[in-house]
């Protein structure tokens, strides 16, 4: 690697210095996983396996499960809540109430 002088650099040239490098890390890095990959998939296929069977169906993240409404307010139907969580407003007005959670369950 050759050696050069920054502070010969105007704050202008810094910048793009740093931009310019930052893309190359990027890319860099880029191109380390998809060597990373391209080995994974070729021993996995040596070894008569796919690399989705060997590490499961999905690689990523995980897909985060949404709980159905479990609760429906009688006033505004489209207003529910699924029983975790803070409590809505229509929930907390009729406890104080004195109305019992039942009262809203969907499908009773």
């Known amino acids: 690697m050759s050696d050069f002088d920054l502070s010969d650099l105007n704050l202008d040239e810094l910048k793009k210095l740093h931009k310019e490098t930052a893309v190359a890390i990027q890319t860099y890095e880029a191109r ?55 409590q809505p407003q229509w929930i907390k007005d009729a406890l104080a109430a004195d109305k019992p959670l039942d009262d809203f369950l969907i499908g009773k």
Not at 44 to 51: E, H, I, N, R, V
Not at 62 to 80: C, F, G, L, M, V
Request: aromatic share 6%.
């Open 32 to 86: 380390r996983r998809q060597d990373a990959l391209a080995a994974a998939e070729a021993a996995a296929k040596s070894a008569g396996y796919s690399l989705k069977d060997l590490v499961g169906a999905s690689i990523g993240k995980p897909s985060k499960s949404i709980n159905p409404p479990k609760y429906r307010n009688p006033a505004d139907e489209t207003q529910t809540w699924s029983g975790r969580g803070r």
